[in-house]
């Protein structure tokens, strides 16, 4: 009797191994069907297809934590892109905590998972929460040897270019595509993204000239790598348009800008954050023309888009409303000029982090308004705000500030601080 129960045990066993075993195989080809939905982008099939694979892994035993840890990150990322960031916040801090508790130090999920809300983080304005994480993948990656180092130093480049900080974003990019063309040489898609990422913060170090070297380095691989429309032309056409734009070249930019335009609206529609950054940066071409009514459109319809993505709580949401308020105050109505600049102002400071430009630029546009309306003691007000910002920086970021220097000299507000204190 006793043997009959083993061997019906072992039965029992054998059938729940091949059961699981089955499901495992399941949540494998849901794995593939979602990566393949991924890249189409069907995120929101992608997402479905996953939570089936996320239901198997958890109900395994013992559970799979790398693959538990994977698919919260999957399912993060596909959020993110969908712009539900609330949700993708959840399951990839999940991922994160999962991996932390389960995974060993130096395991490759876990890697995953830093670097992957790291870039949620940067993403969403959390600058400086974001470095951690990076810093914490790259640290597993360097140990490894993996092949994502480059990944990770490109991401640490990106979120230490939306911190201001574009000597440090330089230096990491460059890391990143020496990587990069010892493992693909120079005709790939990842080195030529590298040589973008270092157009950009060229151009941000008012380096013209080297910034459209580099893009058009760029422009040269993708064309041998890429087929005619992809989208990520799309990308470079508007920095190049940014930087023919800053370099007074404005034919030139508007036609980089609208071959942007074009590209975006196909891949990706017309509510999309890039093709906000298009109108935004065609906007300001406009205005530094002084076609204010096309630019006043151009400003509504990024702010639009920007707004229904990334919600009020967003940089870019803030800097849109100052250029809105740029607009209103160059057509004299000072109404609507002074509600975008306040919108702007109080959205800056509801964020954890921001780019301290940004906030000298918000007063002194403020400053200048004031003047406008010959409120002489106002618009002091508004300019020290803006002089106190630069010399905070200046004592606790002198690297920093030197490179960010020709910027903030270019700004009316130190000329105008002392026309204000000989009056008042």
């Keep these: 009797m006793k043997k009959t129960f083993y061997l019906l045990g072992l039965l029992l066993l054998a059938s729940v191994v091949r059961s699981q075993n089955t499901e495992l195989a399941l949540a494998k080809r849901y794995d593939l069907i979602a990566d393949s939905l ?18 198997i892994y958890q109900n395994s035993r013992p559970v799979p934590f790398d693959r538990l840890t994977a698919e919260f990150r999957s399912i993060g990322i596909s959020y993110r892109r969908e712009g539900k960031f609330t949700e993708a916040e959840f399951n990839l801090k999940r991922a994160v905590e999962i991996a932390e508790k389960h995974l060993a130090t130096t395991h490759t999920e876990r890697a995953k998972a830093y670097n992957s809300y790291g870039i949620f983080l940067f993403t969403t304005g959390k600058n400086e929460e974001a470095i951690k994480q990076l810093h914490l993948s790259l640290a597993i990656n360097e140990r490894n040897k993996s092949a994502d180092i480059s990944d990770n130093l490109n991401n640490l480049g990106i979120a230490y270019e ?56 760029t422009l040269s691989i993708y064309i041998k790598v890429l087929p005619k429309n992809h989208p990520e032309f799309a990308a470079l056409y508007n920095n190049m348009g940014a930087v023919a734009n800053f ?10 800008f609208d071959l942007a335009l074009k590209n975006n609206q196909v891949n990706l529609g017309e509510n999309h954050p890039d093709v906000a950054n298009i109108y935004a940066n065609a906007g300001m071409l406009l205005l530094n023309r002084g076609d204010i009514k096309k630019a006043l459109a151009f400003f509504n319809k990024a702010y639009d888009i920007r707004i229904r993505f990334f919600g009020k709580n967003n940089h870019l949401v803030a800097r849109t409303s100052n250029y809105l308020g740029d607009c209103y105050l160059q057509s004299n109505d000072f109404d609507n000029a ?16 921001g780019d301290p430009t940004d906030i000298v630029e918000y007063n002194n546009d403020l400053g200048y308004y004031y003047e406008k309306l010959s409120n002489q003691s106002e618009a002091l007000k508004f300019y020290k705000a803006a002089l106190s910002v630069v010399r905070k920086q200046q004592q606790t970021r002198p690297l920093y500030c030197q490179l960010i220097e020709p910027h903030w000299q270019s700004l009316p507000f130190q000329k105008q601080l002392g026309t204000c204190q000989t009056t008042v």
């Excluded at 991924?38 to 239901?55: F, G, V």
């Excluded at 040589?195 to 170090?205: H, Q």
């Design 38 to 55: 991924s890249r189409i982008p069907d995120n929101k099939q992608a997402i479905l297809i996953r939570k089936k694979a996320l239901n």
């Design 162 to 217: 939306n911190l201001g900080d574009y000597s440090e974003a330089f230096e990491h990019y460059k890391k990143a595509l020496g990587f990069n063309r010892k493992k693909y040489g120079m005709n790939h898609l990842s080195t030529a993204n590298n040589f973008m990422n270092l157009g950009t913060a060229c151009s941000k170090l008012d380096k013209l000239g080297e910034s459209m070297l580099y893009f058009d380095t």
């Design 247 to 256: 370099k007074g070249d404005y034919r030139s930019a508007l036609a980089y």
């Design 338 to 353: 002074i509600k975008w600049y306040t919108e702007a102002i109080q959205l800056y400071k509801s964020q954890p982090t």
